[in-house]
């Protein structure tokens, strides 16, 4: 992700409600008995979790970190990253998420892309109360699914 800091505007001065058409309370994370503060992984988590919601999504990620996670999964007790390919900032009152998607062949890659996007600013903003200023998307690849029932039998073109 880009070295971008979130101007003071962005980061708690601009006014509740997103450029998205989305309204949100800001104020919630604030009131007179403290703040709430949210960690970056809380929001990559629900970033990865509602672009892999959409259909052609296939999977979040480039190519070796893909490889170590498929590893991870395999070994007992190993959990799925949910937040691999997603990198985010947070600041007090907004947030913003690039991530990293592999698409299914066949499907349409900017109605894939607008479908993700919208379903992460919907989720982050529903679950955290953050404005969500832009989501970056990266097609870093296609799935090919090659008929077979194994889920490994898909290939990827690089």
Same mark, same amino acid.
């Given at each position: *992700?880009?070295?971008?800091?979130?101007?003071? %505007?962005?980061?708690?001065? %601009?006014?509740?409600?997103?450029?998205?058409?989305?309204?949100?309370?800001?104020?919630?994370?604030?009131?007179?008995?403290?703040?709430?503060?949210?960690?970056?992984?809380?929001?990559?988590?629900?970033?990865?979790?509602?672009?892999?919601?959409?259909?052609?999504?296939?999977?979040?990620?480039?190519? #070796? +970190?893909r490889?170590?996670?498929?590893?991870r999964?395999? #070994?007992?007790?190993?959990?799925?990253?949910?937040?691999?390919?997603?990198?985010?900032?947070?600041?007090?009152?907004?947030c913003?998420?690039? =991530?990293?998607?592999?698409?299914?062949?066949? #499907?349409?890659?900017?109605?894939?892309?607008?479908?993700?996007?919208?379903?992460?600013?919907? %989720?982050?903003?529903? *679950?955290?109360?953050?404005?969500?200023?832009?989501?970056?998307?990266? #097609?870093?690849?296609?799935?090919?699914? *090659?008929?077979?029932?194994?889920?490994? +039998?898909?290939?990827? =073109?690089?």
């Amino acid at each position: *992700m880009a070295e971008r800091p979130i101007k003071a %505007a962005e980061a708690g001065n %601009a006014p509740s409600g997103s450029s998205s058409g989305h309204s949100i309370q800001v104020s919630a994370l604030e009131s007179d008995k403290g703040r709430t503060a949210i960690a970056d992984s809380v929001v990559a988590k629900i970033s990865g979790i509602a672009a892999r919601e959409i259909s052609g999504v296939h999977d979040l990620g480039k190519g #070796v +970190s893909r490889a170590f996670a498929s590893v991870r999964q395999r #070994v007992p007790g190993g959990k799925p990253n949910v937040a691999q390919g997603v990198s985010v900032e947070v600041g007090e009152r907004q947030c913003a998420v690039d =991530l990293t998607i592999i698409v299914e062949y066949g #499907v349409a890659i900017s109605e894939v892309a607008h479908a993700v996007r919208e379903n992460i600013i919907e %989720a982050v903003e529903r *679950m955290t109360g953050l404005e969500v200023v832009e989501v970056n998307l990266s #097609v870093d690849d296609i799935y090919i699914d *090659m008929g077979d029932d194994d889920s490994s +039998s898909g290939r990827s =073109l690089q």
